[in-house]
């Protein structure tokens, strides 16, 4: 069985970049000015998921003000999770529903040393199983804590604004038009989304993404 091709580092990123250069001509005009894209790798495990939860559906900053009174309370760790009241997790700033996910993997005690193996499809379906994650949530995680090089995650707003504003279109790309633009980016389609927020970043003045 050949391993994985992973995204791991900065020459990996190179390489995808180079191969969108070639695959359309937008990246090559674009990616130059954007200077090298951020690698965005973080360790797997439950603090993967558990921040990526954190920050669903609020702003980048709340995500990590939340997030740095859930390590000053020493909630980032399973077992301190899953030792807590809820009360004590809505203390650090989680909503009700966000500390009873939290909460809920931390007791599953999911494998997450077999999801490194786990072909994307299948990997995706395991992580969606677990509270509170959709795909949004579990693409992220592929993407950025196992390395997956051809996730793109494709319901995330930034990605398809960029989109709508690198490719010219009247409107913002839905998720599934976003997929399909994103056909000939392939096998590279998580190389092509650090591009899409790293272009965001620039036109907007913001990050889209954490």
């Given at each position: 069985m050949s391993r994985m091709r992973l995204i791991e580092t900065q020459d990996d990123l190179a390489e995808g970049a180079a191969y969108l250069a070639g695959a359309c001509p937008v990246w090559a005009k674009v990616l130059p000015t954007l200077g090298p894209l951020p690698l965005r790798r973080r360790s797997d495990g439950f603090?993967?998921?558990?921040?990526?939860?954190?920050?669903?559906?609020?702003?980048?900053?709340?995500?990590?003000?939340?997030?740095?009174?859930?390590?000053?309370?020493?909630?980032?760790?399973?077992?301190?999770?899953?030792?807590?009241t809820e009360e004590e997790l809505r203390a650090a700033g989680l909503?009700?529903?966000?500390?009873?996910?939290?909460?809920?993997?931390?007791?599953?005690?999911?494998?997450?040393?077999a999801l490194r193996?786990?072909?994307?499809?299948?990997?995706?379906?395991?992580?969606?199983?677990?509270?509170?994650?959709?795909?949004?949530?579990?693409?992220?995680?592929?993407?950025?804590?196992?390395?997956?090089?051809d996730v793109l995650a494709a319901g995330d707003l930034a990605l398809q604004?960029?989109?709508?504003?690198?490719?010219?279109?009247?409107a913002r790309p839905t998720?599934?038009?976003?997929?399909?633009?994103?056909?000939?980016w392939a096998p590279w389609r998580a190389v092509a989304a650090r591009g899409l927020w790293a272009y965001y970043r620039q036109a907007k003045g913001r990050e889209g993404i954490q």
């Open positions: 603090e993967a998921i558990a921040s990526a939860i954190v920050g669903q559906q609020i702003s980048i900053a709340a995500a990590a003000a939340i997030w740095k009174r859930l390590e000053d309370a020493g909630l980032t760790d399973p077992v301190a999770v899953a030792a807590a909503s009700r529903p966000k500390a009873r996910y939290l909460s809920a993997i931390a007791n599953a005690q999911p494998d997450w040393i193996d786990l072909p994307d499809d299948a990997a995706l379906q395991q992580l969606v199983a677990l509270p509170g994650i959709g795909i949004w949530t579990a693409e992220i995680y592929l993407k950025f804590a196992l390395g997956r090089r604004e960029a989109a709508r504003m690198m490719y010219g279109l009247d998720p599934a038009k976003l997929r399909e633009m994103a056909r000939p």
